[in-house]
């Protein structure tokens, strides 16, 4: 079946490509994908899915539907679809037509590949042993109020057993899967920090509490936690964003500093001690400094776990679909996901496909303004959805 599953992707590979580019003239940001997901339900419907559901958090964005087999397992798929507010840069024939809109991430590749999938699971439905449950999910990009989360809360993840999900990869070679067992991407954390003091005259500090002082004790201490609190066998990053005084002027001592950063790691345990750490360092420098704190620590978004038996699947599904020779295992990436919310409510496993390719100058970084995907590779990607779910409802 697989070969067949396979067969079929490369027959839809020019509408694979079409809708790709579709997406990618048309982008739209994160909470504003209102035209992809009409776009997407109306697809989705022609194919003849079930419980189409398009809307979510309040909005008319994203798109939940089924292909229904027979038997009572569920896999889901799932492709993000929002686009990142920049300008595209790029000079070719699908370049954005929307000013401070463009699919920067490949997550338009990412759409073109699912409803690919669904097209050959569609085809191949009569011999479907269970349900495979589309999930075309808004607001990945939305650092505050990310997608993934609503649709869980909003019940797109009901009677789901397992979860798939595939990133395009500027930076892995086009046509090659990367897995990683266990955690794979970073959970992303947010904090913000605000030191008052005494403002007064740069002349006479023994008239202020000077708040300077406390941030730059604070700025190197921070740095200890990762090198003396974390062991080193963990990864962890703490690092300073943005910081701002409340006056900006040579002879004045500023009555407040207000700093943020991001925290990242992979281990729950790691994030607790590094929260804890942080409480405890900014709130005994504040104390000697005689400086009042506010300190507000985010988890914004948790670390990706890829549960062992579903990557396993994926790695051995990866084999049929690629080839031994173009599957490896990645490295761990200090970059986030929300993907990581489904993973905490089913088994699952999150891949990431290579679509970097010098001589088609798909190979710029994620989030530049010349970002492209080498689009000979998405058929591989339709493919690989089409299969996870074919095996993991229990046919080889
Ligand atoms: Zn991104
Ligand atoms: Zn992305």
Redesign the pocket.
């Known amino acids: 079946m697989i070969e067949k599953i396979k067969a079929l992707a490369k027959e839809y590979e020019g509408e694979i490509i079409e809708r790709r580019r579709h997406f990618h003239k048309n982008p739209e940001t994160s909470w504003n994908e209102v035209e992809t997901s009409g776009f997407i339900a109306e697809e989705l419907k022609k194919l003849g899915c079930e419980n189409i559901v398009l809307g979510y958090g309040g909005t008319r964005c994203g798109v939940t539907a089924d292909i229904a087999g027979s038997g009572s397992k569920c896999v889901a798929l799932r492709a993000?679809i929002d686009a990142l507010p920049l300008d595209d840069e790029k000079d070719v024939p699908y370049k954005s037509q929307r000013a401070g809109a463009m699919h920067a991430?490949?997550?338009d590749s990412?759409a073109a590949m699912l409803l690919g999938a669904a097209k050959i699971l569609t085809k191949i439905k009569g011999e479907l042993k269970g349900r495979v449950r589309l999930l075309f999910q808004p607001a990945?990009?939305h650092g505050i109020k990310p997608g993934a989360p609503t649709l869980v809360e909003e019940g797109a993840l009901k009677g789901v057993n397992a979860v798939f999900g595939i990133?395009s990869m500027s930076n892995v070679p086009s046509g090659e899967l990367r897995y990683r067992s266990g955690p794979f991407m970073a959970a992303a954390d947010a904090w913000e920090l605000v030191l008052t003091g005494k403002g007064g005259h740069a002349s006479t500090p023994e008239y202020s509490i000077d708040p300077t002082i406390a941030v730059f004790q604070i700025g190197s201490a921070l740095q200890t936690i990762v090198s003396r609190e974390v062991s080193p066998k963990d990864t962890a990053v703490v690092s300073i964003g943005g910081m701002r005084t409340s006056s900006h002027v040579f002879n004045i001592i500023p009555e407040r500093v207000e700093i943020n950063g991001s925290v990242r790691t992979f281990r729950p345990e790691v994030q607790d001690r590094v929260e804890e750490a942080m409480r405890r360092i900014i709130g005994g420098i504040c104390e000697a400094a005689r400086c009042k704190s506010d300190f507000k620590y985010n988890r914004v978004i948790p670390s990706t776990f890829n549960d062992p038996d579903c990557t396993e699947l994926a790695r051995s599904t990866g084999e049929l679909v690629f080839g031994a020779d173009n599957i490896k295992e990645s490295d761990l990436i200090m970059g986030s996901?929300d993907f990581s919310f489904y993973s905490r409510v089913a088994p699952s496993v999150f891949v990431n496909l290579g679509v970097g390719n010098a001589e088609k100058k798909s190979d710029m970084p994620?989030h530049s303004s010349k970002f492209d995907v080498d689009e000979s590779a998405l058929f591989l990607g339709a493919a690989m959805h089409a299969s996870f779910a074919w095996r993991y409802l229990g046919q080889n």
């Open positions: 993000d991430c490949g997550h990412h990945e990009e990133h996901e994620h």
